[in-house]
């Protein structure tokens, strides 16, 4: 099929453009590339760009794409404040009332978290308050779910990620895949999460600061929860109390995820943690939605 190219005008714009999609193979990226071109159009005639601004434009996202190596993603930073990886996130995990709440991966989850034990302290550097985080899987009927998979990930008690600080921290530095027991039970021994910036020393911490948005989120615990049959959930466990919660710059805090750090003073129960009492505990169960045949 032949397609028009020439005769471009304001009023024709999409028309022409999409044409020139008519043979794409791909009905998904037919159908993607012309949602694209319908609305793009549709923003550019709305703000009405000068040249210059629309150069700036494309001088961010190449800063931006600049930015972005093995340890970092500023894409996926920018992604993140504009709100579209949690629109992403609600679009994809529609599910029952009963499961866990989901929120974003974030840009942090770069590496593999080591497979460990039960118990484990998965802070090497220490740095932070000692805590025990535990919980339980389920299923959304309330089964238990032995045998489930629970990836953490965390920030250390100064606000930073393994991979933001290497050389500094040691090499997967609060990260742990733990595989719960009999009962669909895990627990490990880590520290209190604290709240921290996102990285805003490149493009997007220039656009939040040009737009008078601060770059912090609030404490908290990655999670990824998996077990045979049922759908994963990504989520976060939220730190009652931290700065930021009704702020949170890549908008990820739930009401549903949120969880007091207690003092706990039993000493049978930080026997069993391997800790001494009294202790610090976060708690978190996880429900996951089981799959249909």
């Known amino acids: 099929m032949t397609t028009r190219t020439t005769g471009f005008s304001e009023e024709d714009s999409v028309d022409i453009v999409t044409e020139s999609f008519a043979d794409t193979p791909d009905a998904r990226l037919k159908q993607v590339m012309t949602k694209l071109v319908e609305h793009l159009h549709a923003f550019v ?24 190596d093995d340890t970092r993603q500023e894409f996926v930073l920018l992604s993140d404040v504009l709100g579209v990886s949690m629109l992403v996130d609600a679009i994809n995990n529609r599910k029952s009332a009963a499961a866990t709440d989901t929120t974003v991966l974030g840009p942090f989850h770069m590496v593999d978290s080591p497979p460990r034990e039960l118990g484990a302290n998965i802070s090497l550097d220490g740095k932070g308050e000692p805590c ?24 250390n008690g100064a606000g930073f990620y393994d991979v933001q600080q290497p050389g500094t921290q040691p090499e997967r530095n609060l990260r742990g895949l733990f595989t719960a027991d009999d009962d669909g039970r895990f627990w490990l021994r880590t520290v209190v999460p604290r709240y921290y910036p996102i990285p805003d020393d490149g493009p997007v911490g220039r656009l939040l600061t040009a737009t008078g948005r601060h770059p912090n989120r609030p404490a908290h615990i990655h999670v990824i929860a998996e077990a045979d049959g049922h759908a994963p959930v990504t989520t976060h ?57």
């Open 237 to 293: 466990v939220f730190v009652e109390d931290s700065p930021y919660l009704d702020s949170d710059t890549v908008f990820g805090v739930k009401e549903s995820l949120i969880r007091p750090v207690t003092t706990v003073d039993d000493p049978l129960r930080a026997g069993q943690y391997g800790v001494a009492n009294p202790f610090r505990l976060l708690t978190f169960d996880v429900v996951l939605d089981r799959v249909r045949p």
């Open 132 to 155: 025990v985080f535990a919980g339980q899987v389920r299923s959304s009927d309330g089964t238990p779910l032995p045998g489930a998979r629970v990836d953490v990930w965390q920030a």
């Open 45 to 68: 005639k709305d703000i009405e760009p000068t040249e210059a601004e629309w150069q700036r434009a494309i001088d961010f996202l190449t800063a931006t794409g600049h930015m972005c």
